[in-house]
């Protein structure tokens, strides 16, 4: 009997020490016994950063029409901006507390997007210009157009996030802040009329400028599946809401005189959607707090709304053109806590 007794407390103690084991390393981050690493973040000051390569898109940016005239229906093709791979970064630093696992984190974004594209009549081809004050005129062949566009974009945000796990594997990440954006945008589009002699007889500029400030809440739900002892999926998705001003500017110049211009100045509500599908890599070093992520994924966020082009017709009249900005591509990403 007494020897049971003995085994059976022998047995708990074991049982006990490796729970006790195992709750240390769940909380500081470090490995268990079952091979499940990683099972929080570290405790303390963290940094990171991403690398992002990214292409713009923007509605409603046709230019100019191309019509096929050996077709014998009309055979229209809008022409739009093709717009180019550029780099963005994000840089951000926080804290994690010791005791609740409460996270405090700010980030800085930068984007910058462009676009361009310039068609030329054909000997099969007639171009119809979609921004110009009244028809072509007489004596003159519309001859070629250019379509330039780029875009600016700043973002800082401040959150607190709380890590939630759900089962031994599954990691949820709910954050909530303020985020603030300053964004600038230019559109320039050219038109070259030719006269019989086929030399320039006409130019035609339309020029669109906008710059917006906001600032809103701002809610995230971030989320890692360690699906491997150290590598897994991670899928995130951001939400934010910004109210701010819009000053817009849109001109008409003709032969290097301006013919008319528009100054709009409002305050309004927009939204931005961003959504991240990717892998990542989580390391905890054994002997320190030490904590490396590195992670590569696909991102794309959409900014409703964000577009303020203006046509401008023969009247004094304006034709507001709205569209959505959207930006997608790759993200290379580093997370270096202490």
Not at 85 to 109: K, P, S
Not at 220 to 231: D, E, P, T, V
Not at 251 to 275: C, G, P, W
Request: charged share 20%.
């Amino acid at each position: 009997m007494i020897k049971k007794m003995l085994l059976l407390m022998s047995f708990s103690c074991f049982v006990l020490a490796g729970i006790n084991d195992n709750n240390n390393a769940w909380m500081k981050g470090g490995s268990t016994s079952n091979g499940t690493s990683q099972k929080r973040e570290n405790h303390g000051f963290f940094i990171r950063g991403d690398v992002k390569v990214l292409k713009m898109q923007e509605e409603n940016l046709a230019f100019v029409l191309e019509k096929d005239d050996t077709s014998a229906f009309e055979d229209l093709k809008a022409i739009n901006p093709d717009f180019d791979w550029n780099l963005g970064f994000r840089a951000g630093l926080g804290y994690i507390t010791g005791h609740d696992d409460i996270e405090v984190n700010a980030n800085w974004y930068y984007f910058y997007g462009k676009g361009d594209r310039s068609i030329e009549k054909q000997s099969d081809t007639t171009l119809i210009p979609l921004f110009n004050v009244g028809a072509v005129p007489i004596g003159q062949t519309f001859f070629s157009a250019n379509g330039h566009i780029k875009t600016q974009v700043h973002q800082i945000d401040l959150n607190l996030a709380k890590l939630f796990v759900v089962g031994t594997r599954l990691f949820i990440k709910a954050a909530a802040g303020l985020e603030a954006m300053w964004m600038r945008q230019g559109y320039t589009i050219k038109y070259l009329f030719l006269d019989q002699q086929l030399n320039p007889a006409d130019t035609d500029e339309f020029g669109s400028r906008m710059h917006f400030w906001g600032i809103g809440p701002k809610f995230a739900l971030h989320s890692f599946w360690q699906l491997f002892r150290k590598i897994g999926p991670i899928a995130e998705i951001d939400a934010s809401m910004f109210y701010g001003v819009f000053k817009t500017t849109n001109e008409f110049i003709k032969n290097d005189t301006t013919q008319e211009r528009l100054v709009n100045h409002y305050r309004i509500t927009r939204f931005v959607l961003n959504a991240l599908l990717g892998l990542e890599f989580r390391h905890w070093f054994e002997k320190s707090d030490v904590h490396l992520r590195f992670r590569l994924g696909w991102e794309n966020a959409i900014y409703f709304d964000q577009g303020r082009m203006v046509q401008f017709s023969l009247q004094p009249v304006f034709n507001m053109i709205p569209g959505d900005l959207t930006y997608q591509g790759w993200i290379f990403g580093f997370y270096l806590g202490f």
